[in-house]
């Protein structure tokens, strides 16, 4: 069966930066990624390179930034004060920190500290990145009605509710 709007599909998939650094992959993981088609549950350009592809289809998805996470906003790197941070002592470079925004992934990356004033950068950590996926599609089936419905797959790999 082919993957089309509303089935739910399984894939293995190895992520890269254009270093050729991966970044992710469920190979490493051992459990392949399950979603629901066609209801932007992953990338934009990913989504569209599955469109129609089938069981045992490998293939290679060059993405640029914008069908992926997006550019970089330079609105979204703020200085703001170290008390901002109630109740942690040690701010350093790379720690996350979820952060209630209304644009953005909703959570900042604390990317320099310097005495009180500490820069956090709202942006997503691969926007402005093109992307690369190595793919191996595992499985394709249609979707219940009850996924469909919720916008998301249940079961292994999926929601549990
Ligand atoms: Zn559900």
Redesign the pocket.
């Given at each position: 069966m082919q993957i089309s709007n509303n089935t739910a599909v399984s894939i293995h998939y190895t992520l890269t930066n254009d270093a050729g650094e991966v970044i992710d992959s469920s190979i490493q993981s051992g459990e392949p990624l399950v979603y629901l088609h066609g209801q932007s549950n992953i990338i934009s350009g990913l989504e569209r390179a599955l469109h129609g592809r089938k069981v045992g289809d490998k293939f290679t998805a060059n993405i640029p930034a914008s069908d992926a996470y997006g550019h970089v906003f330079e609105d979204r790197v703020q200085v703001i004060s170290r008390e901002m941070f109630d109740g942690i002592d040690n701010i350093e470079v790379g720690m996350q920190f979820h952060a209630d925004v209304s644009e953005g992934p909703g959570i900042v990356t604390v990317v320099a500290v310097d005495g009180d004033n500490v820069t956090i950068d709202g942006n997503h950590p691969l926007a402005g990145m093109p992307l690369t996926f190595e793919i191996e599609v595992i499985d394709v089936r249609p979707a219940s009605e009850?996924?469909i419905e919720?916008?998301?797959i249940?079961g292994a790999g999926?929601?549990h509710?």
């Open positions: 009850e996924e919720h916008g998301h249940h999926g929601h509710h």
